[in-house]
């Protein structure tokens, strides 16, 4: 009997259903095709110089921490779903079924429609997940093709997962329903707002606020005290003072209030305004650090980067809790606007709501932020690192040494590291270049020269650097007598190149002083082994003049015809590092790179980390919408009177649904252009901070096209929910 | 007298085929302005039905209704709410006041969705607010004030347009004794003083002797008339009791 209810009813209240059933189908799908390349039986053809496992581990790891999010979504349809029942279960109590037979059938109901979603989700998670595999293919640069497979064992752990998940809902369901009064059920259409004002989570973002902004002032009044000096520039003394003076404001305006007995209102609009002034300040220390070249430490920036953070989130809670009374004032303020036409009836809508919800509204845009942030930052740190990649990993194999802790001369490596030759001869590798040389310290005076930021330029012979220009393809190039150019890294400026070629037109070498020449620079990308340490510029000067130098550090850089496979790379790479240890007994430091395992582990973890942001980015941006959406259709109960009230005192069809329609668009877009707001300073300030890394490897151009793909998909997400929300809204206060 | 609403054999039926039911089934009369005019009738004898078709928000199956000789059956359906607010007042049984504004809100809402200007607004709603004697709850929101208040707020709503009719519904349904008394001398207040014409549904016969005249329905049809003329509010109850004892069959139906 029971069973036959429970049919009937997921039958005739499918509607009712159908908010459950999309979002819980979404999460499926993505957590289907984001899984199913973590399948043993996934096994894409991504060659043989490539090892998948690595990545098959990171994503399992990474997409079962996202999805944990998910099990909040749930519970938040759930909750919509008991509230939309409620009447219905009142009048099954009253008839005399047993609250906790209402549960289990209400439990049953969910649970069948879930199974639907699940079996929908996987069908959809099918498709998506080529999308997923033509992104990894395209990540290790080979062609794809479309394969229709279902992987076993990400169905069985899509469905133990969201069963599980079922399950721990529909028990805490169940709890709900039976501890619930028949009484509130019955009223539960009828219930009031809660009143508004009551709100004690913006006391507590009040206080922890304040308390941060103390931290903020010792830590102000300290770093003038130990680091503060006349001599730096205006900008940088300016910066010191301003981090003691904003968070002394902020103190010194909620003494103030306090003092005053203020309304809390006006206490919040300064401390917004603080806020933005304490963001500012926190800000600009990592910038002006940059800048200025300060001797700030990590731990000080993340410090100020920590402050900056709650700033940016009290600026958020802030700003949402006085909306509503930011509105009221404009109100007040402006009877011309009151008093036109539906105006006072939008005002109380937009009021009324964004009282009660202030705190959700908040959570909501912080996760925006999140969400955004992710979405912009994926492209840009994958950018970064395959961009880096590409730069480092130019040759098949490259042997380098360093002399840092080297003190005596004669410890300086001087090996030709034959047990390459060897394990290529014994492994039938062929090579197609192979170079072995020397750098040179241009001075020998030099040798003993350790300051980090005062690190001496090393020299290459003009033949060496000839040679290393052909195995990379470049043009060859030519000196004059008593001629030198300079080699740079990809990362370096053009500023700091000016300056540098400026200040070093002619050099001065043991072998004779030796002249820039017209052509003063090539800025080929030839790796990062090429340069001394903390140094971003290499020397080129004629053989002549090097036999005459004090050669420094030795280095081997070979291509080979084929690629070394994985396993031949990994095997290779024990063995060197058996013979050359990192770090010698004679204080050489010796290293070797393959492109196959750079390239493997670069490209492995570059797609954990995008796929994982991304996957991120939409799994918090559906929850966001979702949550957007749901909190107004669970009034549409007290929408329908109010609407109707509208209707019977004269209002017609149009004008109601563009009231609708406003009152939605207002909904949706405070939260939204409030996180656009402070997401976009967020990037902005990344942007900056790594703008030197953005401009070498990305590019300005590519990073404007990907912030505009992702805005676009955005954009799409967000009206596809802004129309079904409008669509069902309409649907509910028009029947 | 002039007449300011007159119905002209209106009927209205539901359902189709063979499966008709006639919840009005020729009802004709008029009301002059200035005038109270009360209906009364047992559940399903078509009071509610009827007002919902003077009101505009239902529609006659055959007749015709004239407000001020405009035929309202036949507006178009694009123009029926410009209508309904431009000419008519709204009472309901439950006060139909918006949660989200406070009193005065409520009541300068239906004159801003009459594109009153705004600088006329507020004297308006004081000048309207100290006749139903509510100038002092203007600025609380509707769940902090009493059931009488609400209604005398929502009477102020819908008064203040001055609109050609005041439609009643059931208006001290939700009230209790001393509010509906209240309620009733100020709804009497406001034909007298305001000279607005009222037509209250009810079928509480306390309510109902406020009434200058009365239409008992029964089965859709108007089964007696009965005015007030110059008996004491007292004797005119009795009267309605007596008829009511009529319609109904037996003493036990007012009881």
């Known amino acids: 009997m029971y069973a036959k209810l429970v049919f009937r009813n997921v039958k005739r209240s499918a509607k009712d259903y159908l908010i459950y059933i999309v979002t819980m189908t979404i999460c499926v799908t993505l ?28 994503m399992k790891a990474a997409i079962c921490m996202i999805t944990l999010l998910l099990l909040f979504l749930m519970r938040f349809v759930n909750h919509y779903m008991l509230r939309q029942k409620q009447k219905e279960f009142a009048i099954q109590s009253i008839m005399g079924m047993e609250q906790k037979t209402i549960g289990r059938i209400f439990f049953a109901e969910t649970l069948i429609m879930g199974m639907i979603s699940i079996l929908i989700g996987i069908f959809f998670g099918i498709f998506c997940s080529q999308f997923i595999t033509a992104m990894l293919l395209t990540a290790y640069e080979k062609s794809y093709e479309i394969s229709w497979t279902l992987f076993p064992d990400t169905v069985l752990w899509t469905v133990a997962f969201f069963v599980f998940s079922f399950l721990v809902v529909g028990i805490f369901n169940t709890r709900t329903i039976q501890k619930t009064k028949i009484i509130t059920m019955l009223s539960a259409e009828k219930e009031n707002e809660p009143e508004p004002g009551n709100s004690r989570w913006i006391s507590v973002a009040v206080i922890f606020f304040e308390l941060i902004t103390v931290w903020a002032f010792i830590t102000g009044i300290q770093k003038v005290w130990f680091y503060y000096d006349a001599r730096f520039a205006f900008p940088v003394r300016l910066m010191y003072w301003r981090n003691i003076l904003f968070p002394l ?29 304490n963001a500012f300040a926190t800000a600009s220390v990592a910038a002006l650090a940059n800048k200025y070249y300060l001797p700030l430490g990590a731990g000080m920036l993340n410090q100020y980067l920590l402050f900056l953070l709650i700033d940016l989130l009290f600026f958020i809670g802030a700003l949402i809790y ?22 006072l009836f939008f005002y109380g809508q937009i009021t009324s709501k964004l009282n009660t919800t202030s705190k959700t509204m908040t959570l909501i845009c912080i996760t925006l932020v999140l969400a955004i942030f992710l979405f912009i930052a994926a492209p840009i740190l994958t950018g970064w690192a395959s961009g880096y990649l590409g730069v480092r990993s130019v040759y098949d194999v490259q042997v380098y040494s360093r002399y840092n802790n080297v003190y005596e001369e004669k410890n300086l490596p001087q090996d030709n590291y034959e047990i390459i030759t060897d394990f290529f001869a014994a492994h039938e590798i062929d090579t197609a270049h192979d170079c072995t040389f020397n750098l040179y310290l241009p001075k020998k005076a030099d040798f003993h020269n350790r300051m980090k930021y005062d690190f001496p330029v090393v020299a290459i012979s003009l033949s060496d650097y000839n040679a290393i220009r052909k195995m990379l393809g470049y043009e060859q190039i030519s000196l004059g007598e008593n001629e030198f150019i300079t080699q740079w890294k990809t990362i370096a400026t053009e500023e700091e190149r000016n300056s540098f070629i400026a200040e070093h037109t002619s050099v001065v070498t043991d072998g004779g002083t030796l002249n820039i020449s017209e052509q003063s620079y090539s800025e080929e990308a030839m790796g990062v082994t090429l340069y001394n340490s903390y140094t971003d510029v290499l020397y080129v000067f004629p053989d002549k003049i090097c036999e005459e130098l004090l050669p420094v550090m030795r280095n081997r850089y070979i291509t080979t015809t084929k690629n070394i496979t994985y396993e031949n790379a990994r095997e290779l790479e024990r063995l060197f590092v058996a013979e050359y240890p990192e770090q010698a007994e004679s204080g050489a430091l010796y290293g070797v790179r393959f492109s196959t395992l750079q390239t493997n582990s670069a490209i492995a973890n570059n797609f954990i980390l995008q796929t994982g942001m991304i996957y991120g980015a939409v799994v918090l941006m559906v929850i966001c919408l979702t949550v957007l959406s749901l909190q107004q259709l669970l009034d549409a109960g007290h929408y329908k009177y109010r609407f109707s009230v509208l209707r019977k005192l004269g209002v017609d069809e149009r004008r109601v649904n563009k009231l609708i329609l406003k009152q939605l668009r207002v909904w949706f877009g405070l939260p939204i252009i409030v996180a656009i707001m402070v997401a976009a300073v967020v ?31 955005l954009v799409i997400l967000l009206l596809c929910y802004f129309i079904s929300t409008w669509v069902i809204f309409r649907c509910s206060v028009n029947s | 007298m002039n007449t300011i609403l007159k119905l002209e054999h209106i009927q209205k039926y539901y359902g189709n085929g063979g499966n008709i039911t006639k919840a009005i089934r020729d009802i004709s009369f008029s009301v002059e302005a200035g005038e109270f005019l009360g209906i009364m009738g047992a559940s399903g004898s078509g009071k509610t039905t009827l007002l919902n078709c003077i009101s505009t928000i239902d529609t006659v199956s055959a007749g015709h209704i004239f407000l001020e000789g405009t035929d309202v059956t036949e507006i178009n359906p694009k123009s029926l709410a410009r209508f309904r607010r431009e000419n008519l007042g709204f009472v309901f049984q439950d006060f139909n006041l918006l949660d989200t504004l406070t009193i005065s809100e409520n009541i300068a809402l239906a004159l801003a969705i009459n594109h009153i200007p705004a600088g006329r607004v507020e004297p308006r709603i004081l000048e309207i607010a100290e006749k139903l004697n509510i100038s002092d709850i203007l600025n609380k929101y509707p769940y902090q004030v009493s059931g009488g208040q609400k209604q005398r707020c929502a009477c102020a709503r819908a008064i203040i347009n001055n609109p050609k009719l005041l439609l009643a519904d059931e208006p001290t349904g939700a009230l209790d004794s001393h509010s509906s008394q209240m309620l ?19 079928h509480d016969v306390f309510a109902a002797s406020y009434a200058s005249r009365i239409l008992f329905l029964k089965d859709g049809e108007i089964f007696m008339e009965l005015r007030k003329g110059n008996d004491s509010r007292n004797t005119f109850f009795d009267k309605i009791l007596n008829v009511l004892t009529i319609i109904g069959g037996g003493q036990s139906h007012v009881c």
């Open chain 1, 31 to 58: 957590f289907y095709a984001f899984l199913s390349i973590s399948s043993s039986y996934y096994n894409p053809d991504i060659g043989s110089e490539y090892d998948f496992t690595l990545l098959r581990d990171g």
């Open chain 1, 683 to 713: 990037i902005g300030y990344f942007i900056q901070t790594i703008s030197a890394e953005v401009s070498a490897y990305i590019g300005y151009t590519t990073l404007m096209l990907q912030i505009g793909v992702t805005v676009g998909i």
């Open chain 2, 184 to 202: 009733l001398s100020t709804i009497q207040n406001i034909n007298k003083q305001l000279k607005a014409t009222i037509l209250m549904v009810t």
């Open chain 1, 249 to 277: 404001l902020t103190l010194l305006w909620s003494v103030f209030c306090l003092i005053k007995k203020g309304e809390r209102n006006m206490l919040i609009t300064g401390l917004l305004i603080c806020s933005v002034l």
């Open chain 1, 322 to 343: 006085l909306a509503s009374s930011f509105i009221v004032t404009w109100k007040e303020k402006l009877p011309e606007h009151r008093y036109h036409g539906e105006a």
